[in-house]
């Protein structure tokens, strides 16, 4: 089986930067994709790391350990409309995808 | 390129009704996901097709069924319908090389 482990919520002020962080335990690990969810919305890709390391994307980032089960997404200079889900997900080789149950972010002013 | 497309984006049914959903993939994705989202279980993975094959299967009871057309488009039928049912149900494809999933925006069911 795979296990997803997330923090439930999260506050952060608008300007700032938060880390939000992902462990797992699976078999067959081959990749992990951060989503972006709005409520009442479809989640987004924010990005999908393979091999370890930090990606940058803009003002989201996403690092990758494998050797640990760890991942975390940064996000910078927060704005009011990243207030949303962040989900984690595990790839297997199987071609299976698991989600974590989100963090839910709220930025305030 | 259109998006992935479901239907119907909400819709209201009784205990024990039955229910089919659909979703038409992005051109040229050819596997199919299903999950179901609610508040308190998060995102849960149904099952997959690929070229009309069911490839990987959720833990959900058998009134969950799905199955997939020759032209990729998707669909799942609920059976007997119970209120732990009402969710968000999301159907996503994943690019060639795996290493995108698109989302549809979801068929909300509301069981009453």
């Known amino acids: 089986g795979q296990n997803i482990d997330q923090p439930t919520e999260m506050t952060a002020t608008e300007g700032a930067i938060v880390q939000i962080n992902c462990t797992y335990q699976?078999?067959?690990?081959?990749?992990l994709f951060w989503y972006q969810q709005h409520a009442g919305e479809a989640p987004t890709f924010l990005s999908y790391?393979?091999?370890?390391g930090l990606e940058e994307k803009g003002r989201f980032s996403s690092f990758l350990s494998r050797s640990k089960g760890y991942s975390y997404l940064l996000l910078k200079e927060l704005q009011m409309k990243d207030s949303a889900s962040y989900l984690c997900?595990?790839?297997?080789?199987?071609?299976?995808?698991?989600f974590g149950d989100g963090t839910t972010l709220t930025v305030k002013p | 390129k259109a998006g992935v497309t479901q239907t119907p984006r909400y819709l209201i049914k009784t205990r024990g009704q039955q229910v089919t959903l659909s979703c038409s993939p992005i051109?040229?994705?050819?596997?199919v996901s299903w999950y179901q989202q609610t508040p308190g279980q998060g995102l849960q993975f149904l099952f997959e097709y690929f070229s009309e094959t069911q490839r990987n299967k959720g833990n959900f009871p058998g009134r969950f069924s799905g199955r997939q057309f020759s032209n990729s488009r998707s669909e799942m039928n609920v059976s007997t319908l119970e209120l732990g049912d009402s969710a968000l149900y999301l159907c996503a494809t994943r690019s060639a090389d795996g290493n995108t999933i698109y989302f549809g925006e979801g068929s909300w069911l509301t069981v009453v």
């Open positions: 997900a595990v790839n297997t080789n199987a071609g299976k995808s698991t």
């Open positions: 699976t078999s067959g690990f081959n990749g």
């Open positions: 790391n393979v091999l370890d």
């Open positions: 051109s040229g994705h050819r596997s």
